[in-house]
């Protein structure tokens, strides 16, 4: 099956599909594991988003920001914090082979390996779980955890900030508006930004803590987020988030 990663970094985004290996929960597929945001999806109990499902390329055009009004913050859930869960080069191994680019090494390496079932459950958790990994899987999408980075690494209150500031601007922004969350479309990430800087301003102002390089930029945001200059920032940012949560737990 396929699945959808979005990113929500600071203030950008962008969305990219995944497929999903057929021996594992662990997001899987050829374009990159580049997920990194730790939203997750109203679908039962998983947390306060309208319904995110697999998109595809058909559906209305025009996808800007809708109203918000009926929009209500939820909480996140709290980190999964499990130290020593996995070995430190683990987290760069999960990105780099479990993107879909080597699927056998992957599972050679966590999903049929027993020594790694502690490791592979903390870096990946579906959105129902009552504590969230480095990777929330609802099914149909995964996102890195980076509200719950931030939470554990000593700053609750400005990730609880970034997450209601994307909950508001995945509201803005639905299926029925944005079909098309690919990684080629320019217009989903336009219509987040759109969305931040207008219909949720309120929320993104309340979440400068979570901006590296904002003058109120939180240490534990620095703590979770990759270097701008990062020449792989999703890539660095999702191992920063893994290693805090799944190997030193602090």
């Known amino acids: 099956m396929t699945k959808w990663l979005i990113s929500l970094i600071g203030f950008g985004a962008f969305a990219i599909p995944m497929a999903c290996s057929s021996t594992s929960a662990a997001p899987v597929g050829d374009a990159g594991v580049a997920a990194v945001d730790g939203v997750a999806p109203t679908d039962g109990d998983a947390g306060g988003l309208p319904d995110v499902k697999t998109r595809t390329d058909s559906g209305p055009s025009g996808c800007r920001p809708q109203g918000v009004e009926n929009f209500v913050a939820t909480d996140p859930k709290p980190p999964l914090v499990v130290a020593g869960a996995c070995a430190a080069g683990d987290p760069r191994d999960y990105w780099d082979f479990c993107d879909g680019s080597d699927i056998a090494k992957c599972d050679l390496l966590f999903n049929d390996n027993e020594n790694k079932k502690a490791c592979l459950q ?93 003058a109120g930029a939180s240490a534990a945001t620095r703590a979770c987020l990759a270097e701008p200059s990062s020449k792989d920032f999703e890539k660095d940012t999702f191992i920063k988030v893994a290693t805090l949560l799944c190997v030193t737990g602090k």
């Open 122 to 214: 903390c870096l990946v958790t579906p959105a129902s779980d009552p504590k969230w990994g480095a990777f929330i899987d609802d099914g149909d999408t995964v996102r890195s955890n980076i509200n719950g980075c931030i939470s554990a690494a000593g700053d609750p209150a400005c990730a609880k900030s970034f997450f209601a500031s994307k909950q508001c601007a995945l509201a803005a922004c639905p299926l029925e508006v944005c079909p098309d969350p690919s990684l080629e479309n320019k217009e989903f990430s336009k219509c987040l930004d759109d969305a931040l800087s207008g219909v949720c301003k309120t929320y993104a102002d309340k979440a400068t803590c979570a901006g590296y390089t904002d």
